[in-house]
């Protein structure tokens, strides 16, 4: 029979994720929190989403940034884009730190999904219950936050993408680095952006649009 949890993932947000970023000035919406920079309007985004599995409270927690230009350059290609995980131009699951559970007798493996399970136990014998799999992911959002505001600095985003980060997943280093750009003034990288991007690239939209945008 499946087992039930009857604690909800807003319940969860609320106890564990909520004390740990209201104070250093982020904002909520429902189970997705945000914090914008005062300067240029980009946001880090800290998101917990269902997952559904045996009746279990399990959810995906993700960090993710999206800086204006990119959520600009989206709603030139699609119309206005939810400024959420899902339009993010990095962003990264945060594992459950516990190194796998117990789930109708058999092990799982995927350890981007967290559950609340008391009937589990972690691989040092602590039930897998809601206060535990809270503590932990309020020490891992303490662990990653810094890094994601950090990236809020436009100079640090851009080398951030230019490089490999394991866990980490991001949009093609070119067209990134061209849209990041088309938000300064600094012409000669922005033409070697272009002409990076024109190499890759065959769909000459984005450069027309990266061009209009930095002349303005």
């Not at 997705?32 to 995906?60: K, P």
């Not at 230009?69 to 516990?98: K, N, S």
Request: hydrophobic content about 40%.
């Amino acid at each position: 029979m499946a087992r039930s949890s009857r604690l909800t993932l807003s319940q969860l947000a609320t106890r564990s994720v909520w004390p740990v970023l209201k104070t250093q000035g982020w904002e909520r919406r429902g189970s997705l929190f945000y914090f914008t920079s005062n300067d240029r309007g980009d946001v880090a985004l800290v998101a917990l989403r269902t997952f559904r599995l045996e009746g279990l409270l399990s959810f995906i927690v993700e960090i993710a940034l999206a800086p204006t230009p990119w959520l600009d350059w989206l709603t030139f290609l699609h119309g206005p884009r939810p400024v959420d995980e899902a339009h993010a131009i990095v962003r990264r699951r945060l594992d459950q730190p516990y190194w796998s559970r117990m789930v109708t007798g058999k092990r799982m493996s995927d350890r981007g999904v967290w559950t609340v399970d008391p009937q589990d136990h972690t691989e040092d014998g602590m039930a897998v219950t809601a206060d535990y799999v809270g503590a932990q992911l309020a020490e891992s959002l303490n662990s990653a936050v810094p890094e994601l505001v950090s990236l809020l600095d436009r100079e640090r985003l851009l080398a951030f993408i230019g490089d490999e980060h394991p866990g980490w997943h991001s949009a093609t280093a070119e067209l990134a680095e061209l849209v990041l750009l088309s938000d300064t003034r600094d012409v000669d990288r922005f033409e070697r952006a272009i002409e990076n991007c024109r190499r890759i690239q065959s769909d000459d939209q984005i450069l027309a649009w990266a061009q209009e945008r930095f002349a303005r």
